[in-house]
């Protein structure tokens, strides 16, 4: 089965900064979009960045400048590099991505479990 696995996130003081990891495996043909959203305590999910296969990035207004979306083909990994971290990043964060399948040869979305990022002041 197809799965994306999420790393890296923590506990981290205003200003600082970490890196998430989402590596997807299974029975995979090819990878397109791939991208991050989160879930803060009492919103909705929102998207926080993506990255195409052409290695086109849409971020949201709230995180521009601060975060980088990168991928690793090869790797078949997806990254986010959070940097001047702020309280109200604290979320929990979702890796997606679109993903063809080697048996069906359709793509569908595919989505990690989360993990936790806290920002304290």
């Known amino acids: 089965q197809v799965q994306l696995v999420e790393s890296g996130g923590g506990l981290v003081q205003a200003g600082g900064s970490l890196r998430l990891s989402c590596a997807a495996s299974?029975?995979?043909?090819?990878?397109?979009?791939m991208g991050w959203y989160r879930q803060a305590p009492g919103a909705q999910r929102e998207l926080v960045a993506i990255v195409t296969n052409g290695g086109s990035t849409n971020y949201a207004d709230s995180v521009k400048g601060r975060f980088t979306i990168s991928r690793d083909n090869a790797k078949k990994t997806v990254y986010l590099q959070m940097n001047s971290l702020k309280p109200e990043d604290t979320a929990v964060y979702y890796c997606?991505?679109?993903?063809?399948?080697?048996?069906?040869?359709?793509?569908?979305?595919?989505w990690g479990k989360g993990t936790l990022v806290t920002v304290s002041s």
């Open positions: 299974g029975s995979i043909d090819s990878i397109n979009d």
């Open positions: 997606y991505a679109g993903i063809v399948d080697i048996r069906t040869k359709y793509e569908r979305n595919y």
